[in-house]
């Protein structure tokens, strides 16, 4: 069973930055591929990003592509991404989540384990 956190929300006006965090236990961090999620209220959980168990690959939605950046650090067992130029529409709850496969893939239903979320706000 992993556990997954995750850190590093918050409130920033539009063209700020944040950097997600998302630290993993009780699993074996670099047998998962992991994705970033984001949802509104009222609206579905979207992806946002992931990366490849070794990060070598990355995939990203095409809203985000240009402006956020997903990394991870397998010694420290930690997930991050960096958001650039953020934007109002950016404001959702951030999820970070875990997929058994080797590459990452876009859809909810493949990932096996999610985080509890952290608040991303931001204002105009």
């Known amino acids: 069973q992993v556990q997954l956190v995750e850190s590093g929300g918050g409130y920033v006006q539009a063209g700020g930055s944040l950097r997600l965090s998302c630290a993993a236990s009780?699993?074996?961090?670099?047998?998962?591929?992991m994705g970033w999620f984001r949802q509104d209220p009222g609206k579905e959980r979207e992806f946002v990003a992931g990366?490849?168990?070794?990060?070598?690959?990355?995939l990203y939605a095409d809203s985000v592509k240009a402006t956020f950046t997903i990394s991870r650090d397998n010694a420290k067992n930690t997930m991050y991404l960096q958001m650039n130029s953020l934007k109002p529409e950016d404001t959702a709850v951030y999820y970070c989540?875990?997929?058994?496969?080797?590459?990452?893939?876009?859809?909810?239903?493949?990932?096996?384990?999610w985080g509890q979320g952290t608040q991303v706000t931001v204002s105009s």
């Open positions: 989540a875990a997929d058994r496969s080797v590459f990452p893939r876009r859809t909810v239903r493949d990932y096996d384990y």
């Open positions: 009780g699993g074996i961090f670099n047998t998962y591929a």
């Open positions: 990366i490849s168990r070794s990060g070598g690959s990355t």
